[in-house]
């Protein structure tokens, strides 16, 4: 239907392209929504483990940090470690998490049989470093 000296699209009404990104979404919403549950039971569960291992320094302390740091016994000492220890791990997990998502949604999107969270997550760790490296 091309008329004289223009050209015609070839691109779709917005009308399909609404209803083909429906259908999509429509399929595979549940798994984003699995996948940002992950992510808040991570963040959720990580405030309460730290809070269950800074409370009890908390409380030994008397409520002052610097008699914590001034009279530090053995039990007090290896509760600091702890803390530390977890801190550090909680960060490492949570920049994991952060890494793996993007491609795990991409995957999703991409993937033409219904795969498991598992599934997705493991092969989302083949383009984990490439995708660490180019941010």
Do not use: H
């Amino acid at each position: 239907m091309a008329t004289k000296g223009k050209k015609t699209s070839d691109l779709q009404p917005i009308s399909d392209l609404f209803k083909e990104t429906w259908k999509v979404y429509k399929k595979t919403y549940i798994s984003y929504l699995k996948i940002v549950g992950i992510g808040i039971l991570l963040v959720i569960g990580g405030a309460i483990i730290t809070v269950l291992f800074g409370l009890p320094l908390f409380i030994s302390s008397g409520g002052s940090v610097d008699k914590l740091f001034t009279n530090t016994t053995g039990l007090q000492f290896f509760s600091i470690f702890l803390l530390f220890f977890w801190v550090l791990l909680y960060f490492i997990m949570l920049t994991v998490y952060s890494l793996v998502m993007p491609i795990s949604y991409l995957q999703i999107l991409t993937d033409t049989k219904k795969s498991s969270l598992k599934a997705i997550f493991k092969s989302s760790k083949q383009n984990l470093l490439p995708l660490f490296v180019t941010n």
